[in-house]
């Protein structure tokens, strides 16, 4: 990304990413297509799940994004060994946070799903989805963490064929888990928590295999797989403000989830598929984000910030154009869009009102996220955080308040505020990203970390590059 024609570059590395994001989303799709044969109350319990088990997800992305920002302007400066001591200290880092927040969570599940608002057989649904999905945070995170260091060296394909296989699984274990097909029981919204659990297994044990071996750009050696604490704290120092990102950003779906809970499970349902329609956007920019931290980390790695900020600037404007279409579409077959999940008369009305509110704004939204990731390329995860709270807590959040609550439009309201703060927080993101602060990156100057010494030639061998001079046209990154 640091030389050549940006667009090519930059769809050369979106364009897995997006795939890989979409089949995502379409085995979470899946999950609602098949839940939806089971009831309106299973439909709803798996939608008030849904932010809550986005929450982790969001936090196995926001530590992983202080990996993207150290490998990927490693790499850019030519520090190899540097970069693949950092991929152990992810390891390490993210193991220890899942495990952690699977124990707790775990341990308080029933108290948090009352909590949400989940009453009688939606109750009993969401806990039995819940628990199982506790029991996969650490593979959640083995393979964010996987998917981030490989993303920062460059290759997303690799991780795009890894979510092909493992969202192929769950979308294949769907029908027989949750309705019982051949021999299985049907258990139903927990049916559905297990493909995700066996797919995310399969995911995070070939990912680490992917990372042993080294072939794939940034190679994880057993020896780097003790604390290093100095990486260690530069990891929190950039991380944990994208960790607060995640954290804000799901706590604010579980709020938002808490208040659509209020009118009722007809208006929960709809709105439930209509996240799962709107992930389409979120995945879309998500990805081009992802690319875009990528761009902006390996130039300022290589000391061009101009070119790292016309990568940002082609991303957002790109991403815009492909969700203003998408929006269109499905503003002008809305009620076409909801029936493909559920048939139910009253939801699918809800969900025509829902989407003819947020479907002309899912640009906006779009814009925001891949700024987001400009910010977290360079490191500056503490603005792409501020962004977040801004548009949730900030924006939405009260505004749905006073809309659906003190004004009285009723459920609407909800809607009407996911789309004003979309468009107030992209405004915000493009006046910040244009100040220029996030220019000089997060490298300090100094030696990189020193290989073991060959004592046939006194050259730098590294033992786990299979005998390769570091820094030599022969690494797996440079390649």
Known sequence: MTTGAITPKLVTLAWPLVAGNLLQTFYNLADMFWVGRVSKEAVAAVSLMFPTSWLFVSTAMGITAAAVALVSQHIGAGNDREADNVVAQTILLALVVA?????????????????????????????????VIFLSIPFTFLFFA????????????????????????????????????WRFPALGTQGAAIATFVSRVLAAVVGVYIL??????????????????????????????ATGDGLLRSLAAVAMAALVARFGPVATAAYGVGIRLMSVSWTVSGAVGQATATGVGQNLGARTPDRAAEVTWKATAGTMAILFAIGAVVFAFPATAMRVFIDEADVVAAGVDLLRIVTPFWAFFGGLMVIQGGFRGAGDTTVAMVLSLLSRWGFRIPAAWLLAYQLSFDANGLWWALSFSSV?????????????????????????????????????????????????????ADS
């Open 146 to 181: 996987f998917r981030a260091v490989l993303r920062a060296a460059g290759d997303t394909k690799t991780a795009m064929w890894l979510v092909v296989v493992s969202a192929g699984l769950n979308v294949v274990l769907d029908p027989f888990l949750i309705l019982g097909w």
């Open 424 to 476: 107030a927080s992209f405004v915000v993101g493009v006046v910040w990203f244009r100040r220029g602060t996030w220019r000089e990156g997060v490298l300090e100057e100094g030696r990189p970390r020193e290989p073991a010494e060959s004592p046939a030639t006194g050259k730098g061998i590294d033992p786990d590059r299979d005998g390769d001079e570091v820094g030599g046209t022969d690494s797996p």
């Open 212 to 241: 042993l071996d080294g072939r794939w750009g940034v190679q994880l050696h057993l020896r780097d797989l003790r604390p290093d604490w100095p990486v260690l704290r530069r990891l929190v120092d950039i991380g944990y403000p």
């Open 99 to 131: 495990l952690v927040l699977a124990t707790v969570g775990y341990l308080f599940r029933e108290p948090l799903v009352w909590l949400i608002g989940a009453r009688g057989q939606v109750y009993t649904e969401a806990l039995a989805y819940i628990e």
